[in-house]
């Protein structure tokens, strides 16, 4: 989704602008711009297309981009616009100044109310020259600055606010104020980083880690006055608040793709890594640690149902989930799209534990569904990634992910670190309930901790896939099929496939394909199935033999157990064995390491895939 930079201090602000705005790419965008004062006006250069566009374009006018370049501005904002009112267009692009020229802003979030907003500002004369519905933020706050007779910006803002419905992170400048920087937050996240003598804002942290570790995640309904050696953080009456300051342990390299041809790739060789990081801190002396999380036999004996919510890649591991703690623990679990969730009147109340798992802390809709279960009484669990976020802070308990930034919109590592914290749960919760006994509750952990040296061996077997890849890329359209856990396994790894590198593709449960699908298959379609359950091994070959029995080359990943199984596949990707219950951790990687290689084959852009974006803040 769009990002957002701010700057006020010595150093060259368009530069510092640029680089935030370079390492906000990630989050996917369309259009960028900035804006700063100098010698008395509002300046704005914004461009459809890339970071590079706008580099160009200010470069072309004369000013400085290095970073040890001379600084003759003090204050300066950027954006990175992901479109949703408006095409993606120069015009359409922000920063938006206002008609006066007095207000520039830019913003994340959407204006519900700006239809009547616009109307009711085209009646006090003013004109637009977008499509936004940002513009109207610049062009009310203008309105009420004029009407405080150009005395006080701040009020301009907190007096705008009253008239906007809808969420925002709001970042903006006003030509008298030529040190300040206001900002205003609900539901879109924005990060403060302090400096000496000099301040950052940003919409996530990537952009502000080069220069500052301790940073301040703004709450929402509050606005930020900053100058470059102060901040302060007022409430929607004025009322100044405290804030805390966190420190970022993220190092500078973990955001940049260190050799690797994209970060998806990177991010996958960090699986091994990430893994461990979120699991084996919490596994001392044959016992599950949880951190503050209280989740012994008097807490579970309190909760009657589990509720899972979760969007994308996240979801797929929410239903992993489900399977396991219905597996190992007998309790009820449903697993739901959080944006489904919200509309679903779902039976919950405060004997029910809703799991809330999300990368980014800030998802929307995910956020959306964990305040629904909250008001209707339900404990509430995150497992976030990003510290600090959203949802971390408003869950009643959280589980880091400690998989580090992830920086390609594919999820990849994020994934594998959400299973890891599914499994941990499920596995402590079943001991707790005495649903396993001591020798089982050991064997699980250490299986758990064997699963980065198993990461590292399929990382080491990838070229096979890649192998296999380049002779499939041209596929029009690719089935995923799979039972059980391989079922769960297939949505995800056909989410991958469809993200990044746009072939068609659907997951199908293996046994359910006959009931209309296998329509769709014919000479030539490609089938995928990972096979790792004992059980279903047999009923997946009957799967295989119907799909090539109507000409379709069957690629299966199976563990080492199997490999004699005489399967009728055409290829065959092997992973080591393992409890099988703890397969999709393993399968996962095979599936990524064949999306990924597929949408290189094809030329696709594989950090930024069309359309998509990072971190979705619109519901
Ligand atoms: O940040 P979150 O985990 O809440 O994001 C949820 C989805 O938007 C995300 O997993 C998305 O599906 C990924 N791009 C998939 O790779």
New binding site residues.
Partial sequence: MCGIVGYIGARNTLAVLIKGLESLEYRGYDSAGVSFIQNGNLNVIKKKGKVKELYKAIDEQGYDLSLKGKNSISAGIGHTRWATHGAPSDENSHPHLSMGGKICVVHNGIIENYVELRKFLKKKGYEFSSDTDTEVAAQLIEYYYKKFDCKDFEGAVQRALQDIVGSYALCILCVDYPDKIICAKKDNPIVIGLGQNENFIASDIPALIEYTRDVVFMEDNCILIMTKDSIEIKDVHGEVVDYEVSHVDWDTDAAQKGGYAHFMMKEMFEEPKAFEATVAPRIKDDVIWLEHFPCGRDYLSGIDKINIV?????YHAGCVGKYLIEKLCRIPVTCTVASEFIYSDPIIDERTLTIV????G??LD?RNAMREAQNRGSRTLAIVNVIGSTIAREADYVLYTAAGPEIS???TK?YTTQLACVYLLAIKFSYELGKIDDDRYKQLQSELLQMPEKLTKILSEQNKIQRFASSQFNAESIFFIGRGLDYYLSMEAS??LK?ISYIHSEAYAGGELKHGTIALIEDGTLVVSPITQDELCGKMESNIKEVKTRGATVLAIIPERFADKGFSCDEKFVIPDCDELLTPILTALPAQLFAYYMAVNKGCDIDKPRN?AK??TVE
Wanted: hydrophobic letters at 40%.
């Fill in positions: 979760a969007c994308g890649t996240a798992i999300s990368q980014s800030e998802t995910t919109v594919a999820s994020a989410l991958k993200e998509l971190s979705v």
